[in-house]
């Protein structure tokens, strides 16, 4: 599989710019269209480079190959690859998930120790209520869902816009990057501290980041 | 595009299965015979009918090395496509000579 990505990314090279416009947004439209089999969609994507390149050796427009609509046939592609199974989506998203927490445990307990390092009065032991980091970390994965997926949605549309516009990035830069990021300091900040006190060391922060993110590894194996 | 029509697509599928009866072929090479053979569609229309009848398991691809150095997708018929070839070719049969004379007495009129 990474070898057919490699590939595609070293022939790729060999497209003059009007024809690598064209496949590049039919490949990142095709990648980004959800739960299809990662094989097959490397696979058909291959060939149709393969078949791009003869075209473009012939001095043969890619309309022949994609007709005059080429998001209506990426369209079709898509509508032919088989879907992934659900086995592997599963452990994909537990994957992600676990990355997520990992990255964002490991990096507090590393920050607030080498704040207190730095710092005399930051505290190492902080107090958590069980129920507050449950229905945060909860909310957290729901908005980091809904953020990646607006976004997989925002890029697909992107695709095949000739010429888009900075503001329209900076617009969207703004609805992916502000707005996700200001409600979890809503977020963090107002969710008033009920459940079970726990009194914890920060230090213990790093080790839970690194055992999540090993159970993140195994997900990423497993599917 | 130049295949649009239901029609178009299932006529095509059958002369697809029929190539792949007789050699194995890679998806340009296959868009070259079907011209060849003056059936003329747009060279894109082949992949998602390949992807498509692999899905259905009537044909199967696997990759390797071409006799002059990148590696291609080769297809073959399986057992299913082939008796899927031959459930298009007794439809075929049975429906172009009434269709022709149908359309041939219409010219007439």
Redesign the interface.
Known sequence: MEMLIEENNQKRELLNEKNKQIYEDILVYVRLSFSKSEQETEEILMELLDHLLILQKEDRDASELFGDNPRGYADEIIGELPKTVTKKSLCLFGMGVCYFFATSTFFQGFLVMLLSFLFDHIQTSRTYSLGTVLVNSFSSVVIAAIVIYGMIRYLRWSCFNSGSKVSERIFAGVIFGIIPFGLFIVLFYFMPSFGVMINLEVYWLMPIGVILFFVGQWLRKKA | ?AIGSQLLKGVLEGCILAIMARETV???EL?VKLQTQGIDV????I???L??L??EERII?E?RKSPNG????YYQLTDKGKRSLQAFRLHWENLKYPVDRLLEEKEDE
């Open positions: 595009m890679y998806g340009y868009a747009s060279e894109g229309s992949y998602p009918i992807l498509r692999q899905k691809g990759i990148p590696n291609r997708k």
